[in-house]
């Protein structure tokens, strides 16, 4: 017997490996613990095939089985192997994404030392004190000696070269367990039993007795895994004197969703948009929907009534969205009504948090899962709904690192592969989902009246030449836009201030012989970030400490250029003294920091709230009636015929976050270029928009009405580069099932040392994906064998 398994390894390709003939449980959708390179490295993989037949190779066996029953269902199996052939990914890019974190790692490593050890390796010191050690796992002696895990995992390994010692993998077992919840006892839920019941237990059991209590009566409950990891032996007792009781986690489930629910009531618009969702789920229910709602209009609670339908019936409900800075309000809606019953799962979790909620996920305790694009990754049994909000978001598109692929469109094919429901909503969908909508390939269902009666907002375009001309400006504040700030903080209202660049500023200029200072490794100016006081480029890290002078010229004439949101926050305190300040940016929201910001904003602890874009997406504030946009033109900066459809959907929902609540409100738009047409147009309904703009894309030949495939070019010079990509452009020619583009240097052309260059590949809408992938496959593979090791590393990016 043999089978394929996909190791956890970036840029891997899928390995073949022995199985062992006396054991036949082997199943599809297991980890197993397989050796690799020539040093045979333990390393967890998904087993993906398994073959009869003998081998006709030699193949290494398989170390160990990890799982006795498969971690993913066969629905999950296929949408990985498709994400393999359709997005012309590596297995390893996606068995990582597919076993995150400590679920795909080895935890720890068993060290046992050899009877024919030598006596002294090096270094010295270390070798005597961890031979002393003996019998403590890798992590235990990093405690003991306090060096760092992964340095003193390379020494081992070396000893281990040396026949000192062997290292065994510990990996933690993903064993299946019933969830249940926590809950007290009916016949000590009245005043009088509890009572009695409280006197006989001890000080420190009365507080947790207390506790649980008030959760019960709430309807909340708590896992009873949670509350044994916090009170372990004292949780038993109260347990065993019958006081409390454990209740299966469906069994909650049900008695939750069947709760009366009064905290909204649904407009007769979204009424009427909830009887055509459930009409399109009745009729068609493997049809993707897209649900266009204008801003403020309640899409959520239209997806709290369908998710409430499916729940009742038993299934998982997957709730996608683009940003984790979106989560915290959705979640606290979300929370409301479902309770325990839902989870949040992002990329910023700790490795512990993530873990957790994979191991629920696989052990049924959560139905509903509120996530960002890793999510659809998770090992889900009973999915029978999928949800993708703000689906235009260009968010929803991996970028950067392998594999790349849009969430939404792998969404879309993953509830085919169920033959589940999938919900897109917007109220600025992506004119590729717009169009399938309107030509019948989708649902459409739309929701154009706001939940709450409102008054648009008054739109001020600035002309910030004219502003700067006649000295009317204030800093970055445009005289309208500083009056409109004043007046509303006199009125105790709050202001969302839009800028797309974080740090203090983009630029570090020499002003006597106009040198930049740039990356090393990125053709990107760094960015000054003054309150660490260190230039860093936002591309690769790389990190330098302020420079007193010039070191072409040695001038002491620098002068940072341009703005960004920390610099614009020094302003605000500058100029408005009295408001409260927040930034909200890449910079001051790692953890679950963002969820404190949005907190406090949404409490009324602060005045002003100043971001990127993440203070434009889905956010819902009562009392915000101004918006500003510094810099507008620069959202139409990028060469990308996505620029404009993207800015008018980052101005139409910034323009949705004012006077949500029907108080009368202003967004001011800031710009050198008030003759841009865009500028003009966003206040027409988005179908006039689209219109326009689906002509212009089937004129030039972009989606809807082509499909594009990217071919990626990096290398460390730039002549070897150029001559490979004008091979490739030719043999792409030769192949004759596009039109091709290019090649050119990327938008920016360097990054992490390696020169960038593309190719744009330009197919009919319907075409022989699999021949046309194929084709690019064995070009490859025939690029590599033609320059060897002087190749440039060659990439494909689908549907760009």
């Known amino acids: 017997m043999w089978g394929v398994v996909w190791v956890r390894r970036r840029g891997l390709n899928a390995l073949s490996y022995a199985l062992p003939p006396e054991e036949k449980s082997y199943e599809v959708g297991i980890r197993v613990l397989v050796p690799l ?13 398994t073959h009869e037949e003998v081998p006709s190779l030699s193949l290494k066996p398989i170390i160990q089985k990890l799982d006795s029953t498969p971690l993913y269902d066969p629905q999950s199996m296929a949408f990985f192997r498709w994400m393999v052939e359709y997005y012309m990914a590596t297995p390893g890019d ?7 974190g400590r679920v795909g790692a080895i935890a720890d490593w068993r060290i046992v030392w050899s009877a024919s050890a ?7 010191k270390l070798y005597l004190q961890l031979r002393a050690l003996s019998g403590l796992t890798l992590r235990q002696l990093s405690r003991e000696t306090g060096r760092p895990p992964k340095k003193l995992l390379s020494i081992l390994r070396r000893w281990a070269y040396q026949n000192a010692l062997s290292l065994h993998p510990i990996v933690r077992t993903a064993v299946k367990r019933q969830p249940s919840f926590i809950e007290v006892s009916p016949d000590y839920q009245t005043p009088e039993a509890f009572q009695a019941a409280w006197e006989t237990l001890s000080p420190d059991l009365q507080s947790l007795f207390l506790e649980l209590l008030q959760r019960t009566l709430r309807q909340d409950p708590p896992l009873y895994a949670h509350m044994l990891r916090r009170f372990g032996g004292k949780l038993r007792q109260i347990l065993q004197k019958g006081y409390v009781r454990r209740i299966p986690a469906r069994k909650y489930y049900e008695r939750l969703y069947a709760r009366s629910h009064t905290d909204y009531i649904l407009t007769p618009a979204q009424q009427n948009a909830l009887s055509a969702l459930r009409t399109a789920l009745r009729d068609f229910p493997s049809r993707p929907i897209l649900l266009h709602g204008i801003t403020a209009s309640g899409k959520t609670f239209l997806y709290m009534e369908v998710m409430r339908d499916f729940l009742r019936c038993g299934a998982q409900v997957l709730y996608l969205l683009p940003e984790i800075a979106l989560t915290k309000q959705t979640l606290d809606r979300l929370r409301s009504v479902f309770g325990e019953a839902m989870e949040l799962y992002h990329s910023s979790l700790t490795e512990a948090e993530r873990f957790r909620l ?7 305790a959560v139905d509903v899962v509120v996530g960002t694009r890793s999510a659809l990754f998770l090992p889900f049994q009973r999915l029978r709904l999928i949800i993708v909000d703000e689906e235009h978001d260009a968010s929803f598109g991996q970028e950067g690192r392998a594999p790349l692929y849009q969430a939404r469109d792998a969404a879309i094919y993953y509830a085919h592969l169920r033959q589940i429901p999938i919900i897109l909503g917007s109220a600025t969908p992506a004119l590729e989902t717009y169009h399938n909508a309107r030509t019948g390939k989708y649902s459409y269902i739309p929701l154009s009246i706001k939940a709450l009666p409102t008054t648009p907002p008054q739109i001020h375009l600035v002309d910030m030449r004219m502003e700067l001309s006649e000295k009317l400006s204030t ?3 445009s005289s309208v836009l500083r009056e409109l700030i004043e007046l509303t903080l006199s009125r105790n209202e709050q202001v969302i201030l839009f800028r797309n660049r974080r740090g203090y500023a983009p630029m570090l200029l020499c002003q006597s012989c106009g040198h930049r200072w740039e990356c090393s490794d990125c053709a990107i100016t760094l960015t000054y970030h003054k309150r660490s006081q ?25 002068t940072l250029s341009g703005v960004g949101t920390e610099r614009i926050e020094e302003q605000l305190a500058q100029f408005f003294p009295q408001a409260r300040v927040l930034r909200m940016d890449r910079d001051t929201t790692s953890g679950h920091r963002h969820e404190e910001l949005i907190a406090k904003f949404e409490r009324g602890d602060a005045d002003i709230l100043i971001g990127t874009q993440m203070v434009t997406k889905g956010l819902d504030f009562e009392r915000v009636t101004l918006v500003g946009v510094l810099y507008a033109d620069s959202l139409l900066g990028r060469s990308d015929f996505r620029a404009e459809e993207r800015a008018y959907q980052l ?5 949705g976050r004012a006077g949500r609540r029907g108080a009368a409100s202003h967004v001011v738009i800031q710009t050198f270029r008030p003759d841009i047409s865009l500028f003009h147009q966003i206040q027409l309904p988005y179908e006039d928009f689209a219109q326009r703009a689906l002509e212009q894309r089937n004129r030039y030949g972009y989606p809807p009405f082509r499909r594009l495939i990217t071919t990626n070019l990096y290398h460390k010079e730039t002549h070897p580069l150029e001559t490979q990509a004008e091979w490739w452009q030719r043999q792409l020619v030769h192949l004759r099932v596009g039109e091709v583009l290019g090649p050119v240097y990327a938008e920016i052309p360097r990054l992490r040392g390696h020169y960038h260059m593309q190719l744009l590949l330009k197919l009919p809408p319907r075409y022989a994906y ?13 690029h590599y064998k033609q320059w060897g090791s002087h190749s440039a590393k060659v990439s494909f990016h689908i549907d760009p």
């Open 37 to 49: 390179g020539r040093h045979n490295t333990p390393y967890v993989g998904l087993l993906m095939e």
């Open 475 to 477: 800093g970055v504040f």
């Open 770 to 782: 699999q021949a046309v992938r194929v084709a690019l496959s064995q070009l490859r593979e025939a």
């Open 534 to 558: 260190v230039l860093i480029c936002h591309y690769c890290g790389h990190k330098e400490k302020l420079p007193r002078r010039c070191g072409v010229c040695g001038s002491e004439n620098l």
């Open 118 to 124: 030598p006596p002294i390796l090096s270094p010295k």
């Open 94 to 100: 996606v068995a990582h994404i597919a076993l995150p």
């Open 358 to 364: 994979w191991r629920a996920v696989r052990e049924d």
């Open 651 to 655: 101005l139409v929902q910034l323009i």
